[in-house]
């Protein structure tokens, strides 16, 4: 994407904001990648100190690091749509199971969940996290929806996918 901008507008300053940003992105993506993979990895092993914590986020870190070095941003797409079909063949198996538990209906199923939740019938209604009563939680979901957005749009492996492979021709003056 630098390329296409850089071919068209002021090269070294493009350059330089297309990879701090890049970098920026990166980094906030990454972040959130590695500690919700070390919070699965701590459970699934048990660990309950914070060195430990700390020292399986720097182990997951260090895991990304070797399979995007190793297989560059193909193998990084290959591993995002492994992960991606693992999650969803996942969720729909665990659907099932939770749905086979209360004989596949739905309305027992959605009256256990709102009798353990705490908050009773308000558990059924909308707005119970993203309500419309104060302006804070409306930002709130704005935030979220678009960081998901946004920033799922600029990982480098979706920007290696969607830009061309050279920069454009500059167009002729008339």
Do not use: C, E
Request: aromatic content about 6%; charged content about 15%.
């Amino acid at each position: 994407m630098a390329d296409v901008l850089a071919s068209r507008l002021r090269s070294g300053p493009m350059r330089t904001a297309a990879g701090i940003s890049t970098i920026v992105v990166s980094i906030f993506y990454l972040i959130a990648q590695m500690v919700g993979a070390a919070s699965v990895v701590g459970q699934l092993l048990d660990l309950t100190s914070d060195a430990a914590k700390i020292w399986t986020i720097v182990a997951v870190g260090a895991l990304m690091i070797v399979y995007v070095v190793i297989g560059g941003m193909k193998g990084t797409t290959w591993v995002q749509i492994v992960k991606a079909v693992m999650l969803m063949v996942g969720a729909a198996v665990m659907t099932v199971w939770v749905l086979s538990k209360f004989n596949f209906n739905i309305s027992d199923l959605l009256h256990a969940a709102s009798d353990k939740s705490g908050k009773g019938d308000a558990f059924l209604k909308p707005g119970l996290k993203y309500g419309a009563t104060d302006g804070w939680s409306k930002i709130d979901l704005l935030s979220l929806g678009a960081a998901l957005v946004l920033g799922t749009a600029a990982l480098p492996h979706v920007l290696v996918r969607s830009t061309p492979s050279r920069p454009a021709a500059p167009r002729a003056s008339r």
